[in-house]
């Protein structure tokens, strides 16, 4: 929903950078914001705390207690709900003045403008954009998490768009086929195929491919603390791009991340290693992907 | 990038530790084992005080002037950091509401609990006295979270205090895993296993022994369950119908069931009107097996007129006031007869219905029998209980009176004083009292113990 927001926008520089002057001055005012609610929520679990400390000691809790503690409850709730939606606001308008930045990327390449990264900048370029993909922290406990968050596949109608980044399925110089890191250029609803770079500049192969063998990233992380039913469980065949390269490869979940700045810990199957896999290797959520191995291998064939 | 996330959660608990927030951090202290157990009670809130240590660039940006606003070179930090928070209090929130719920349901449980005491009968006070000190343990042992957030909090004020030096730190650290266990709620389960068992345990009371007694009384009389009510309208009559239509089917197949119908009605009803009592079922035998002949008869005749002139004594009886004079008749001629034998009349008058009514009640009376058995030999055993239980009661008292006796004793021994003769003869007769009593106690229980032992003999 963000990520199309911009699009009505027009492109020329100015008026990028004038929109995005004016998402850090409401971030700014945000803060503020932000600030003053927790302020207010603190004294409110004071109170919490203080009331705990009187009920302590005799280690009962009565009536009136119960009573008084569930309006203190409620109370401090209302709070943190107050500062979660300025939080998601300000965390809004983070993502808003990212979207217009790559538009203006996607626009400076349309026009032939390709700025080309070394592979050591290239790397930095992927682990940030994997760690400051959005943040999804559901609104209810039950809440269902939306497509292409964490290990939730996109709808089988979803279109990846410009600029994207996915898993395509390529061949490679000797009939071998590798699931690279790709971006979108654009998709085709004629031919129902997509057209990809390879993120990886020195390729400077551009592969078009059928649908099925384009899996689009993650757009969001899901949060452990709040939406673990997001994450892939432990033991699972996850596709995952392997450290310091830009292939996914399959590999064995590991251990979960318990925090929204954790990565994945994976085991890549590796036949180079005496029982069939690498040791642990730490890998974002964004490039934790589920990969239907036996339709691949179909449509391979 | 590998360990990248691990790391800074590594770096963050140290400050923690250093801080001695521990239980405010939960969100970064979450890596593995004791520490992420630990996370997982409290309740996570990044204090305002604490802003420069876990939110630098947030806090650098309120320090800021409306000037220098907020960079692009803050985005990414800043996105962090405000995500970080956006969990906590999310997670905050979440815990809070489930806070509020178990509150709630616990005020709910109080209140059914509290209706179900008022609904207990005057017997058990004992019981309910003890249901309400069980309901305050209980709604305590309901709502867990309650505890576990006052675990955070004294853990966390207690370690919020200013610690000189590490080592010391450690020590706290260490004391902290021994405080929650003086926090923890009771635990209330001995008191409830009490509860239940206490009925079970408790003297026999005199009311006991005349409930039993009415029991007995009531479930000795055995006179209602002997009745067997007579036949009703419907079997007497329905069916007697029902069998003269299915013969009279099956004798004349081809004849107007219209026609049939009515005659048969015609017949039954002048039965009826004859005899104004219901015919005997050997009677009714002895019609069906003939009704062949018989319809067939009112059918030729015009008159409507049942028997010929011709027929057998024993028909014209059918129409004799008393049918219970016209089923002995027949028996009588039946057996002359030789179509049946003198003792059969018995079998012939079972029925179906009466040998099942029979059958149950037999099965009934001898349940009743049993029950009343048990009935009495706890009625028996109960009586024999509550002489014990006086036995026991004034033993209770005689204990009392020497371990004052006793007191006494010490009392003068400490004061070096002698006690006076009367004394010392009252705690000796007291003395004596007491093992009189236990003997009778004694003497009560093994006699009890041989009743029991012959019953189970007997049983």
Known sequence: ?301 | MSGKGKQSSKKALIKVREGGKSGHLSSVNSDTSSESTEAAVSLPVLKTVDNGKHLPRYCSILQRSAEECVGMEDLDTLQLELETLLSSVVVRCRLLQDEITNLSSAEERRDKRSKSVKGLSTLDKKIREDKSKLKDFSSKAQSPLPAKLFKQKTSGGLASQVVPNPHELNRIDGSKSDLPKLLLPKNDTPNKFWASVDPYCTDIMPEDLKLLEELVASHSDQSELKKIPPLGRHYSLLWAHNDLLQEEDAANPNRDKKKNRSDVSLLVSKVDKKGNSIAGPLTQRLVSALLEENVYVANNNMDNKLFRDGDPPVLRDLSIQNSMNLELRMHKELVEQGILEADTPKKNQDDEILAEIKRCQQELSALSNHNVTQLKRLLQLAQEESKRQAVKRKISIVDNEVVEHYKKLILAKQRKVSMTKKEQEKAWSCLRERENLLEHLNILSSGSDTVINSRNNTA
């Open chain 1, 1 to 301: 929903m963000l990520r199309s927001s911009p699009s009505k926008m027009p492109f020329t520089a100015d008026a990028a950078a004038h929109q995005i002057q004016e998402r850090l001055k409401n971030i700014y005012n945000l803060i503020f914001e932000i600030e003053e609610e927790r302020n207010r929520s603190e004294h409110n679990l004071n109170n919490i705390t203080k009331a705990h400390d009187k009920i302590t000691p005799d280690d009962k809790v009565s009536p009136y207690y119960q009573q008084k503690l569930k309006s203190l409850y409620s109370a401090a709730v209302s709070d943190a709900q107050q500062e979660e939606e300025l939080i998601r606001k300000a965390l809004a308008k983070i993502n808003e003045i990212r979207a217009i930045r790559n538009e203006r990327r996607i626009q400076a390449r349309n026009a032939g403008n390709k700025e080309t990264i070394r592979r050591g900048a290239l790397m930095k370029m992927l682990l940030s954009s994997a760690q400051t993909l959005p943040l999804y922290v559901g609104k209810s406990p039950g809440a269902k998490p939306p497509p292409l968050c964490g290990a939730i596949p996109a709808e089988v109608t979803y279109i990846a768009k410009m600029g994207d980044m996915v898993a395509a399925l390529v061949k490679g110089s000797e009939e071998e086929e590798n699931w690279i890191l790709a971006e979108v250029v654009q998709f085709n609803p004629t031919t129902s195929k997509y057209e990809v770079d390879d993120i990886d500049e020195e390729q400077k192969d551009r592969h078009v491919l059928s649908k099925r063998r384009v899996v689009p990233l993650p757009l969001m992380r899901a949060n452990p603390e709040t939406d673990a039913h997001a994450l892939f469980p432990k033991g699972s065949i996850v596709m995952a791009l392997y450290p310091q390269t830009t292939c996914f490869y399959k590999a064995v979940v590991n251990q979960l991340p318990t925090t929204a700045t954790e990565e994945y810990e994976v085991l890549f199957e590796d036949a180079t290693y005496a029982d069939g896999y690498s040791p642990p290797l730490n890998v974002a959520q964004r490039y934790v992907i589920s990969i239907k191995e036996s339709k691949k291998n179909k449509s391979q064939s």
